[in-house]
């Protein structure tokens, strides 16, 4: 049962949730079509399996049916945020209308943040100001979810450490760290690709799975194994 | 460890950090090529 001030969905997530797959324009216009759907929920590139990057012209697309479907825009930039100042929000221009964003954020104390739109602090506001009585029964703004010690981590990693210039500088040798694997996986040949987002390098598998009967995967040549990036 | 690098095995992610040095740089890339003589030859 749910119980005043609780902040968990008042329905199954399964029912009032729809998935569609990164980087599908199509998709995203089906999902959105019936006008019953919001806010959208992504990080700007998916960072779980490598780095998934959209397809050209994807988030102009997305935000054309945004607009259009008047739907809200939330994204997530804790691992995303390796692209530099202003995370991948920034590089792929886009306008969210909140965000969230954790980890690197306090070195290594935990912490986390999100932030609104002047335009959605509003509504939110509003909305607090007008049904919000009864203290939140989560403990979402009590002490458990921060901490002073975490607000210091977070101000020193912002301030002194996680700088325009620190990025640049970690951005050059991440290159040059990808540069080196991606030199030793085509003297090795092996099937293993090496992807660079900012201050971060992946390197995966070129094939999903080995090849029956023993044989070795085909043997990359230097090109289709070096390292692929998109402006570190 | 062995080689005197440490690298957690999530995500194959390697994340650079602020305080690492271009003279650190070259180390991991010498004893990554080494590691990979190892198993494939």
Redesign the interface.
């Known amino acids: 049962m749910r119980r005043p001030g609780h902040f968990v969905p008042e329905a199954d997530s399964t029912t009032t949730t729809r998935v569609v797959e990164f980087t599908d324009l199509e998709g995203l216009e089906r999902g959105l079509r019936h006008g019953e759907v919001t806010p959208v929920v992504t990080e700007p590139a998916l960072s ?1 399996i ?1 780095i998934v990057l959209h397809e050209p012209g994807f988030f102009d697309g997305a935000r054309r049916l945004w607009g259009q479907t008047a739907t809200l825009l939330k994204v997530d930039e804790t691992h995303p945020f ?1 692209a530099g100042p202003g995370g991948a929000t920034r590089r792929f221009e886009l306008r969210p209308d909140a965000l969230t964003i954790g980890e690197s954020l306090g070195g290594d104390v935990p912490s986390g943040a999100y932030g609104l739109s002047q335009e959605m602090a509003d509504r939110s506001g509003a909305h607090l100001s007008h049904g919000s009585d009864t203290p939140d029964a989560d403990g979402v703004d009590e002490t458990f979810a921060g901490s002073a010690t975490s607000l210091a981590a977070t101000r020193a990693v912002l301030g002194q ?2 700088t325009d210039r ?1 990025f640049a ?3 050059i ?2 290159t ?2 990808a540069q ?2 991606s ?3 085509a ?2 040949a ?1 099937a293993r690709s090496v992807s660079q987002f900012g ?6 598998s070129r094939h999903s799975h080995h090849v029956p009967g023993g044989n070795r995967p085909p043997v990359p040549t230097p090109h289709s194994s070096s390292t692929r990036t998109s402006a570190p | 460890m062995n080689r005197d690098i440490l690298m957690t095995l999530f995500h194959n992610m390697d994340l650079m950090c602020p305080a690492t040095t271009s003279g650190r740089v070259a180390q991991p890339r010498g004893i990554f090529d080494e590691a990979l003589d190892e198993p494939v030859d």
């Open positions: 779980d490598g390796s450490v996680l620190d500088k970690m951005k040798l991440c040059q760290i080196g694997v030199d030793a996986i003297s090795h092996l201050t971060r390098i992946n390197t995966v």
